[in-house]
């Protein structure tokens, strides 16, 4: 068993760190438990609006996966240039905000303008999830127990959010009335924003120790940021994102659309020349273009982009075929809950006797038997039966990807671009899930159009999410074969010694 280490000197005594990572904690429960607080409720929020449109409802969790997704790629840039702390404790108050106001859009009897506030939700937990990561990963030394433990509670915390979540939001909106849902989570938000002004601790001397002089750490925040890349990028994920998810709405021929995915499309490749070639400090250094970061995120990319799919048809077939109540689904959520806290506390002691390749393909295979078992599931069969079966095997997906993912990538990459490490885990994550659930519904849409048959167009889009996990098994096995004979050392060498030069090319010359 592994020894543990000394607690980190910034925290005062045993009670602060507690509280602190309970903080960082929270974001990621919070965020998880903000999806499946719209899942659980959607139909009680479809019917309560005049205007009823089936079509929309996968933007209820779309659009808040999409802002997540996209707004993360500039927000662990920003913590990394303006301090972590400082954009984490903005993040809570602007979701808490948002909250607020997702929840008064009941007043408006616009289902879109509810999609839209979904959406600014989602900015809130983009600051809050890389920050937070960074905070971590800046705090606690490589390679330590103490460092995959706590990554390991952050990881718990995504299934225990969700099942939370979604349990509370189905008793709230079917007993109560669905904006409390959302005025809770305000509360609680603004809560945490307070406590993380008072324990998250101040890191600025450890994130901006690679500045050579004060002279720097004053200027830095200044010039380092990359507008025109950031500008580029954003537009282009969220228009590409829009349209697959728009397109089987608006249909595909509408010119709009047409427009729309070329625009898009050349915005994306607008942004990699920028920061290959123009950009003179780009989001994401050159440091990061190297196969195995590369294949990670592949890898996570495709996997969680296929549980997008999985768990927004779990939720249809719950409600539309085996006709659940809100409350009786949401209970179901919970072998992801008691497995989940299983799989993200052995991920820290996995992880120091494995290589990370093969808890990465381990976790795809495991998205992939997830869309498989709910594709062939009878919709009159017990619960006990395939649907329990599926959680078991989907919770280690989840709770080993993603904290063995963050682990790597923190050890990897330098101190100074840690937030950046916490967003490109998370930008993946939950871009792939908008994503991939954007293409799937286009599945579902294009066979319902054709057949009139619900569930044949359900099990065509899960078909869609097992070959996207298929594929995402395939590129695990390559990253296997790629770090058969690489120890994790020499990568991280690797990454520092470019990083370095990257630091000797740009450092200007200081006057004394």
């Known amino acids: 068993m592994a020894i543990m280490e000394p607690r980190p000197a910034l925290f005062s005594s045993l009670q602060h760190e507690v509280v602190a990572n309970f903080l960082i904690c929270m974001a990621q429960f919070l965020c998880q438990g903000s999806i499946t607080m719209s899942l659980a409720t959607m139909n009680i929020i479809l019917f309560s609006f005049k205007s009823v449109d089936p079509t929309k409802q996968v933007w209820f969790m779309g659009s808040f996966a999409l802002t997540v997704g996209t707004f993360i790629l500039v927000s662990g840039k920003l913590g990394d240039i303006f301090g972590l702390k400082l954009i984490f404790c903005i993040g809570w108050f602007w979701t808490a905000i948002s909250s607020l106001v997702t929840g008064l859009s ?129 537009s282009g994920l969220i228009l590409f994102n829009f349209v697959w998810n728009q397109g089987p709405v608006a249909g595909w021929n509408t010119s709009y659309i047409i427009a729309l995915l070329v625009v898009a499309v050349l915005l994306i490749a607008a942004f990699f020349y920028v920061e290959l070639k123009v950009a003179k400090y780009p989001l994401l250094p050159k440091s990061i273009f190297t196969v195995k970061i590369g294949l990670v995120l592949l890898c996570i990319s495709l996997g969680w982009g296929s549980f997008g799919v999985w768990q927004y048809y779990y939720w249809q077939f719950m409600f539309n075929l085996r006709h659940y109540t809100p409350i009786y689904a949401g209970l179901t959520y919970i072998p992801f809950l008691v497995g989940g806290t299983v799989a993200s506390l052995l991920v820290s002691a996995i992880i120091s006797i494995t290589k990370p390749s093969y808890i990465i393909s381990f976790a795809s295979i495991c998205f992939m038997c997830g869309c498989i078992m709910l594709s062939v599931a009878p919709i009159d069969q017990s619960y006990f039966q395939i649907t329990l079966g599926q959680q078991v095997i989907l919770c280690w997906a989840m709770d080993l990807s993603f904290p063995a993912a963050a682990i790597i990538l923190s050890n990897y990459l330098p101190v100074h671009h840690q937030g950046m490490a916490g967003s490109l885990v998370s930008t993946v994550i939950n871009y792939s899930v908008s994503l991939f659930l954007g293409i799937g519904s286009v599945v579902e849409f294009e066979v319902m159009e054709n057949t009139g048959k619900v569930w044949f167009s359900y099990q065509s889009a899960l078909r869609f999410g097992i070959g996207v996990a298929g594929l995402g098994v395939i590129f695990s096995l390559i990253f296997i074969a790629v770090q058969r004979n690489d120890e994790v050392g020499t990568f991280k060498n690797e990454i520092d010694i470019l990083d370095e030069k990257e630091l000797f090319i740009r450092k200007e010359p200081t006057t004394k």
């Open 106 to 234: 009941v007043y408006s009897d616009s289902v879109v303008f509810f999609i839209i506030c979904r959406a600014f939700q989602g900015i809130g937990f983009a600051l809050l999830i890389p920050c937070g990561m960074g905070i971590l990963g800046t705090v606690y030394s490589n390679g330590t127990a103490r460092k995959n433990l706590v990554f390991g509670l952050v990881g718990v915390n995504g299934p225990v959010g969700a099942t939370i979540c979604a349990i509370m939001a189905a008793v709230v909106g079917q007993l109560w009335w669905w904006p409390w849902c959302f005025w809770l989570l305000a509360i609680v938000c603004f809560g945490c924003g307070i406590a993380s002004i008072v324990y998250i601790p101040d890191i600025a001397k450890l994130q901006f120790r690679h500045l050579s002089g004060p002279d720097d750490f004053v200027k830095a925040p200044k010039f380092q940021f990359d507008f025109l890349g950031s500008s580029l990028g954003i």
